[in-house]
């Protein structure tokens, strides 16, 4: 068994969300060893190898794996957090038991979409990038042709909820973000 035990140590209002909460959990062993096996056996992952995380995208939310802690975001309640982390604790323990059977992926972020970052932008087409629509900043932003701080609006308090997660998939995913828009754990 990899994973023995997670504890909840930290709850914050969700800033994507205000009706939601985030949910941090300190976990009791190193759990990093099993990322490349779940990032082989999950859609939509994202695995920062060189960081040490993995972003497992489960019905709109977003569970962050590091290699001493769990974070959770857009949760409903801590009963809800306890169900995600019993059920994250069983698939890292399954997963790294049947690694012999597995054939590790170590590519980052194959799953970023232009259309799921689309999502998360203002989306008026202002034009402020010096694209001519949101969606085609978000195809360049995928490709690393532009960058994300070029997106101002995204930076106004308005969009905080948005940017927040946005900033976060993109961290994950190894892309440069602003450090002052990104979230704290
Ligand atoms: S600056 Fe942001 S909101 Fe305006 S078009 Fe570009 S991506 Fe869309």
Same mark, same amino acid.
């Given at each position: 068994?990899l994973?023995?035990?997670?504890?909840?140590?930290?709850?914050?209002?969700?800033?994507?969300?205000?009706?939601?909460?985030?949910? %941090?959990?300190?976990?009791?062993?190193?759990?990093?060893e099993?990322?490349?096996?779940?990032?082989?056996i999950?859609?939509?992952? %994202? &695995?920062?190898?060189?960081?040490? $995380?993995?972003?497992?995208?489960?019905?709109?939310?977003?569970? $962050?794996?590091?290699?001493?802690?769990?974070?959770?975001? +857009?949760?409903?309640?801590?009963?809800?957090?306890?169900?995600?982390?019993?059920?994250?604790?069983?698939?890292?323990?399954? $997963? &790294?038991?049947?690694?012999?059977? %597995?054939?590790?992926?170590?590519?980052?972020?194959?799953?970023?979409?232009?259309?799921?970052?689309?999502?998360?932008?203002?989306?008026?087409?202002?034009? +402020?990038?010096?694209?001519?629509?949101?969606?085609?900043?978000a195809?360049?932003?995928?490709?690393?042709? $532009?960058?994300?701080?070029?997106?101002?609006?995204?930076?106004?308090e308005?969009?905080?909820?948005?940017?927040?997660?946005?900033?976060?998939?993109?961290?994950?995913?190894?892309?440069?973000?602003?450090?002052?828009?990104?979230?704290?754990?």
């Amino acid at each position: 068994m990899l994973l023995h035990s997670y504890k909840i140590t930290r709850t914050l209002p969700c800033l994507a969300d205000p009706e939601k909460i985030r949910v %941090i959990a300190e976990i009791s062993d190193e759990i990093h060893e099993a990322f490349p096996y779940l990032n082989a056996i999950l859609k939509g992952c %994202i &695995y920062n190898h060189p960081a040490l $995380t993995l972003t497992i995208k489960k019905d709109g939310k977003l569970f $962050t794996l590091h290699a001493h802690h769990i974070t959770l975001a +857009k949760i409903e309640d801590e009963k809800e957090a306890e169900e995600i982390l019993s059920w994250l604790r069983d698939l890292i323990n399954e $997963t &790294y038991e049947k690694r012999d059977q %597995i054939e590790p992926n170590y590519s980052m972020a194959a799953e970023l979409k232009a259309l799921d970052i689309f999502k998360l932008l203002p989306g008026t087409n202002c034009k +402020k990038c010096g694209e001519l629509t949101c969606l085609a900043f978000a195809v360049k932003l995928v490709g690393r042709d $532009t960058e994300i701080k070029r997106c101002d609006p995204l930076f106004s308090e308005k969009y905080q909820g948005k940017r927040n997660v946005l900033l976060e998939i993109l961290q994950a995913a190894g892309y440069e973000v602003p450090m002052s828009g990104s979230l704290a754990d």
